[in-house]
């Protein structure tokens, strides 16, 4: 139905909603919905994935599953690449980070194709054994659900990031059955600011996809039934937090250096195939990558770790050394994010939300089975692997409060929550020293989109330079003579002038204030050139470059104004005031 059609009708019962409805209940009753509509997404891409897995897992005879493990992945990062290519436009924005740039620079307006495109390509790559998680997806099915009902019903721009917001804190508790850690979730890695009474729509919303989840007897994927901890084990905690530090920065890094290597890499079918073959094989020597990997963290908080390497060749050593399943666990761990990222490289969806949670509870085991093994003090290795699950989740996307509570709720394992905070908190803080920045905002922060650390550097970085440069400024060529010079001032209304050859590139500028008492020197209009003239402009500017690196250099240059350059070819002028005055209205629009 046509945009307008939908306005039409919608036109009526809007005027009805100004007259009879004030703000406040309006946007509780919509942050219902936008909860509903997320919860429903979660509810049916989990549920479809799972019963699909299964569905594929036992359609292969058990002699051929190791081969239909090695070949399944190729085959659904191939169907989420052709799906890209033929319904999308070939446009998949993957991940949290395109949301979070859809709030600084957007003012929250989400593609609508986020809806749906999410949806089916996650459920394609992850259903096929994609070793990625679903919550990404989910989210941002979640938070493309929330603003495109927030453009729909014509709420306001605060209120339409607020609704951006509560669709991924729904999309989270409905995946977990967790409404609180959803709606930490939305604050600490979404939307960074709030003010207090915006969080009674968050929690709504939030707890409206879990009854919806609950209401059809999905989430709570993990379970953990406990009622003490032992003070003794203290040190331990903060032992198995500097451990989870360590490999959220290896995670971090890894999957950048990842991600630079597969943007790199040409061909969008050679990725398919080159990816998938060697995530297949990845799989092929440990099964516990193939798809989120949650049936391994059950295994380990049922106390079934030896079951880890079933299916895998080093199936026969099992019962011989316990130094095999350490081995396989180690590696699962370690190569958990090199899978994640082949998937997502090769062409594939998914986050590292789940991934996380993977390789944290892969390393709360192993260091509770080596000080089990030490004998330096008897722990319950269970609690070790939910700890290791929050203290991973909270260094790689530096959430610390979403770690403690979604543990806490998906687990059952509230009293364990002194634990959670040292392990969280002291993991926290050691990644955020080596890694200033998430998974999500490191790649948003280098290109200046999003400063939380500093209010003006946040607002600076929602402006988008290109949107500011002055395109008035009259351009001259180095061969033009001083009369044709002075002839352009007489007809301009700067007195900066760049200076451009023949293909438009930037070869320096005429500043008025410099070449004055030249302009009098009319025995030498014919014989004098633009380029005896022209200097070199102070910096220059390039339209990828953030607002507040601009901002910087005509500061640090003391220049009003800075020639701005695509490639070397001119684009126009940036302006100090311009800057300062967009900042001023950027700055009126927070505080609204």
């Not at 590292?352 to 030490?374: D, P, Q």
């Amino acid at each position: 139905m046509p945009k307008s059609t939908v306005h039409r009708l919608l036109g009526p019962l809007l005027l009805w909603r100004l007259r009879h409805i004030n703000d406040r209940v309006y946007l509780i009753l919509v942050s219902v919905l936008v909860g509903t509509a997320a919860g429903l997404a979660a509810v049916i891409l989990k549920g479809s994935v799972h019963t699909a897995q299964e569905w594929l897992y036992e359609w292969i005879p058990e002699q051929n599953r190791v081969f239909a493990l090695f070949l399944y992945p190729i085959l659904g990062i191939g169907l989420t690449v052709l799906f890209t290519r033929y319904f999308l436009d070939g446009q998949l924005s993957r991940g949290i980070a395109p949301i979070i740039y859809n709030i600084a620079r957007q003012g929250s307006i989400v593609p609508r194709s986020k809806m749906y495109s999410q949806f089916f390509t996650s459920f394609l790559t992850v259903t096929f054994g994609g070793s990625a998680g679903l919550e990404a997806p989910i989210s941002v099915t979640g938070s493309a659900l929330g603003s495109n009902v927030g453009r729909l019903l014509r709420v306001g721009r605060r209120e339409r990031r607020l609704l951006t917001g509560c669709g991924a804190a729904a999309g989270v508790a409905a995946i977990f059955n967790s409404p609180i850690a959803g709606v930490l979730f939305a604050v600490e890695v979404i939307l960074s600011e709030l003010s207090a009474p915006f969080f009674i729509p968050l929690l709504i919303s939030s707890a409206t996809a879990t009854v919806i989840s609950k209401a059809f007897y999905v989430g709570q994927p993990f379970v953990l039934i406990t009622t003490t901890w032992p003070v003794e084990a203290i040190p331990l905690y903060l032992t198995l937090g500097v451990f989870t530090a360590l490999l959220s920065v290896y995670m971090i890094r890894v999957y950048f250096l990842a991600d630079k290597f597969f943007t790199t890499w040409p061909g969008a079918f050679r990725k398919v195939v080159a990816g998938g073959l060697l995530l297949g094989g990845l799989v092929f020597f440990f099964p516990p990558l193939y798809g989120e990997g949650y049936n391994i963290v059950q295994l380990l908080l049922s106390g079934q770790p030896e079951r880890l390497v079933d299916g895998s060749i080093f199936a026969v050593y099992r019962d011989e050394n316990v130094w095999t399943l350490l081995l396989v666990a180690g590696a699962s761990m370690l190569l958990k994010v090199f899978a994640t990222t082949i998937t997502i490289g090769a062409g594939g969806n998914g986050g590292m939300f789940g991934s996380s949670l993977f390789a944290g509870a892969l390393m709360g085991f192993i260091v509770a089975r080596l000080i089990n093994m030490s004998g330096l003090y008897p722990i319950s290795e269970v609690h070790f692997v939910v700890l290791g699950m929050a203290g991973v989740l909270a260094g790689v996307i530096h959430a610390p409060l979403t770690g403690i509570f979604l543990i806490a709720e998906i687990t059952g394992g509230y009293a364990l929550f002194v634990p959670l905070m040292v392990v969280t908190s002291s993991s926290y803080l050691i990644t955020k020293y080596y890694e200033p920045y998430s998974v999500y905002t490191r790649k948003l922060v280098q290109r200046g989109v999003v400063m939380h650390a500093d209010r003006d550097r946040g607002i600076l970085a929602q402006l988008n330079l290109l949107a500011f440069v002055q395109r008035d400024f009259v351009a001259v060529h180095p061969d033009d003579t001083l009369g044709e010079l002075v002839d352009a001032f007489r007809h301009a209304s700067r007195n900066l002038f760049p200076v451009l050859d023949d293909d438009t590139q930037l070869l320096g500028i005429v500043s008025l204030d410099k070449v004055r008492d030249a302009l009098f020197d009319d025995a030498h209009y014919d014989t004098t050139r633009v380029r005896d003239l022209m200097s070199p402009p102070p910096a220059v500017v390039n339209v990828d470059d953030s607002m507040l690196d601009t901002l910087h250099q005509l500061e640090e240059h003391d220049a009003w104004a800075l020639p701005v350059v695509r490639k070397g070819k001119y684009v126009g002028f940036i302006l100090k005031t311009t800057i300062l005055a967009a900042y001023r209205r950027q700055l009126l629009k927070e505080v609204d």
